[in-house]
């Protein structure tokens, strides 16, 4: 069989446990290997936690994208 390397664990501790909820970066993680078609174990195991990281910032980065053409349609509209 096909054994994988011990590694530390992202989520070291049970959601029940801690009362049932997952962390923000937990529901990231999980957002993450939905959008990408894996579970978490198979993301946790092919990507970097570069990369990981910069998924994870990607929902702040279209929010200020989102805001920033938001306030050029509010320009546009002023103008008129």
């Not at 070291?12 to 962390?23: H, I, K, M």
């Not at 990981?52 to 103008?79: F, G, K, V």
Request: proline share 6%; net charge neutral.
């Amino acid at each position: 069989g096909h054994s994988v390397p011990a590694r530390r664990e992202v989520f070291a501790t049970d959601p029940p446990e801690r009362g049932g909820g997952l962390t923000p970066a937990e529901r990231l993680t999980f957002s993450i290997a939905e959008r990408l078609g894996m579970t978490v174990g198979e993301l946790l195991e092919r990507m970097s936690a570069a990369e990981l990281m910069t998924w994870m910032s990607l929902p702040r980065i279209d929010s200020e994208l989102e805001r920033a053409r938001n306030l050029n349609r509010m320009r546009e509209l002023w103008r008129t």
